[in-house]
Nanobody, 125 residues
Framework: VQLQASGGGLVQAGGSLRLSCAAS????????MGWFRQAPGKERGFVAGISWRGDSKTYADSVKGRFSISRDNGKNAVWLQMNSLKPEDTAVYYCAADRTGWGIPRVNPDGYDYWGQGTLVTVSS
């Protein structure tokens, strides 16, 4: 499966962005999905995850209440709505797919099998 992340850009602090992750080559309907981010000089870290049914969602503490993950299996896509953005949210954001489909989004990037190319989010102060 090929994943394509998009929607990144430059935004002022307090603003919003909506990231999209589109899949091709295979349906995502049985895959748990995650969003991760990597800032310069830092390791890739978990942001949000959603189960294949969409009934279980997990968020990093740093984004709870500000970010929201969603999916539409019919459209083979996943989104990350990011509100109240902060300069520390600046990073390259990646979407990832976990083919085990356990229904519990993993927070460890090693648990994901497929990755998109990343989209850059820059939040200015």
């Amino acid at each position: 499966v090929q994943l394509q992340a998009s929607g990144g850009g430059l935004v002022q602090a307090g603003g919003s962005l909506r990231l999209s992750c589109a899949a091709s080559g295979r349906t995502l309907s049985s895959y748990d999905m995650g969003w991760f981010r990597q800032a310069p000089g830092k390791e890739r870290g978990f942001v949000a995850g959603i189960s294949w049914r969409g009934d279980s969602k997990t968020y990093a503490d740093s984004v709870k209440g500000r970010f929201s993950i969603s999916r539409d299996n019919g459209k083979n896509a996943v989104w990350l709505q990011m509100n109240s953005l902060k300069p520390e949210d600046t990073a390259v954001y990646y979407c990832a797919a976990d083919r085990t489909g356990w229904g519990i989004p993993r927070v460890n990037p090693d648990g994901y099998d497929y990755w998109g190319q990343g989209t850059l989010v820059t939040v200015s102060s």
